[in-house]
């Protein structure tokens, strides 16, 4: 495997001149990351952003890992651990093939802060899913007028100092939620697993609701259970290609 120098990933996932990518995942044993400290021969989800720089999880890539590890028959089981620079996580493959992932606890934070996007600003619930999110509710009508092209800013600044996932969501009815979403190091997404976390225990706060919540994003439905503050996450992953990339 090559070395995972930025300028290496910013190369591969490049929408043009690379594969076209919202981020890279290296598959390796868990001995081989110099800050794990856990069990070493776990499979560990070394995953790095589209810009170069790492993240602590991804709830979608972890599923795709998952799925990676079943096909290769790198696993001999439905239920395992994966190792992520936030912490162990648990794998279990449902029926009709979604895989359900322990995605950890979602843990709101009592902090005051607003998004902005151009001239708008609306008020954003702090959540920390292993990673930085700021969930803001859109009325009707707003969630597809956004453009997502921009960047998001925040207030305070030092909200979040290493930058923060912004999702955008708009509440469809009891338990349904839409979703779009702006990820640091990438842009807008298709998706985001943590961000669907964060989403659905946002509104969980704000409402009380504590059944599934299913959450609709431009690629596709999840689905979010909640066992006190820990939410697993349901959907689907397929690998759609293989092949070899030459710089």
Same mark, same amino acid.
């Given at each position: 495997?090559?070395?995972?120098?930025?300028?290496? %990933?910013?190369?591969?996932?490049?929408?043009?001149?690379? %594969?076209?990518?919202?981020?890279? %995942?290296?598959?390796?044993?868990?001995?081989?990351?110099?800050?794990?400290?856990?069990?070493?021969?776990?499979?560990?989800?070394? *995953? *790095?952003?589209?810009?170069?720089?790492?993240?602590?999880?991804?709830?979608?890539?972890?599923?795709?890992?998952?799925?990676?590890?079943?096909?290769?028959?790198?696993?001999?089981?439905?239920?395992?651990?994966?190792?992520?620079?936030?912490?162990?996580?648990?794998?279990?493959? &449902?029926?009709?093939?979604?895989?359900?992932?322990?995605?950890?606890?979602?843990?709101?934070?009592?902090?005051?802060?607003? #998004?902005?996007?151009?001239?708008?600003?609306?008020?954003?619930?702090?959540?920390?899913?292993?990673?930085?999110?700021?969930?803001?509710?859109?009325?009707?009508?707003?969630?597809?007028?956004?453009?997502?092209?921009?960047?998001? =800013?925040?207030?305070?600044?030092?909200? *979040?100092?290493?930058?923060?996932?912004?999702?955008?969501?708009?509440?469809?009815?009891? =338990?349904?939620?839409?979703?779009?979403?702006?990820?640091?190091?990438?842009?807008?997404?298709?998706?985001?697993?943590?961000?669907?976390?964060?989403?659905? &225990?946002? *509104?969980?706060?704000?409402?009380?609701?504590?059944?599934?919540?299913?959450?609709?994003?431009?690629?596709?439905?999840?689905?979010?259970?909640?066992?006190?503050?820990?939410?697993?996450?349901?959907?689907?992953? #397929? %690998?759609?290609?293989?092949?070899?990339?030459?710089?």
């Amino acid at each position: 495997m090559h070395d995972m120098h930025p300028e290496f %990933i910013k190369t591969m996932c490049d929408r043009r001149s690379g %594969i076209g990518a919202d981020g890279v %995942i290296r598959v390796v044993r868990a001995s081989s990351v110099r800050e794990w400290t856990g069990e070493p021969s776990v499979w560990f989800m070394d *995953y *790095y952003n589209a810009d170069g720089t790492t993240a602590e999880m991804c709830g979608n890539g972890l599923r795709v890992f998952a799925r990676h590890l079943i096909n290769e028959q790198l696993v001999d089981t439905g239920s395992f651990d994966v190792a992520t620079r936030a912490g162990l996580k648990h794998v279990d493959v &449902a029926r009709h093939g979604l895989i359900r992932t322990d995605v950890g606890a979602a843990t709101l934070v009592d902090e005051a802060v607003t #998004v902005g996007l151009g001239e708008r600003e609306w008020p954003a619930v702090k959540v920390d899913v292993g990673n930085p999110h700021a969930v803001v509710f859109v009325d009707d009508g707003e969630l597809a007028d956004l453009d997502l092209t921009r960047q998001p =800013g925040w207030a305070p600044q030092d909200a *979040y100092p290493n930058g923060v996932n912004v999702e955008f969501v708009h509440v469809d009815g009891p =338990g349904k939620l839409s979703m779009r979403v702006h990820e640091r190091g990438v842009g807008e997404t298709k998706s985001c697993g943590t961000g669907v976390v964060a989403a659905a &225990a946002a *509104y969980r706060a704000r409402t009380g609701f504590d059944s599934t919540i299913e959450v609709t994003v431009p690629g596709g439905e999840l689905a979010v259970d909640f066992d006190g503050d820990d939410a697993c996450l349901t959907g689907p992953a #397929v %690998i759609i290609g293989r092949g070899e990339f030459w710089l």
